[in-house]
């Protein structure tokens, strides 16, 4: 299997995405980051 995909997500901080911008949940295959910031400057 090739590398892993680096995949950049910019969301709010909603009970829906908090597992998986905390590592907790994590995807096959997809290195995730974070954008970081506000939710204004999304």
Same mark, same amino acid.
């Given at each position: 299997?090739?590398?892993?995909?680096?995949? *950049?997500? $910019?969301?709010?901080?909603?009970?829906?995405?908090? $597992?998986?911008?905390? +590592?907790?949940? *994590? $995807?096959?295959?997809?290195?995730? =980051?974070? $954008? =970081? =910031?506000?939710?204004? +400057?999304?």
């Amino acid at each position: 299997m090739a590398g892993k995909i680096r995949l *950049t997500v $910019a969301c709010g901080d909603y009970d829906i995405v908090r $597992a998986l911008k905390d +590592g907790t949940v *994590t $995807a096959d295959g997809i290195e995730l =980051g974070n $954008a =970081g =910031g506000s939710e204004e +400057g999304i």
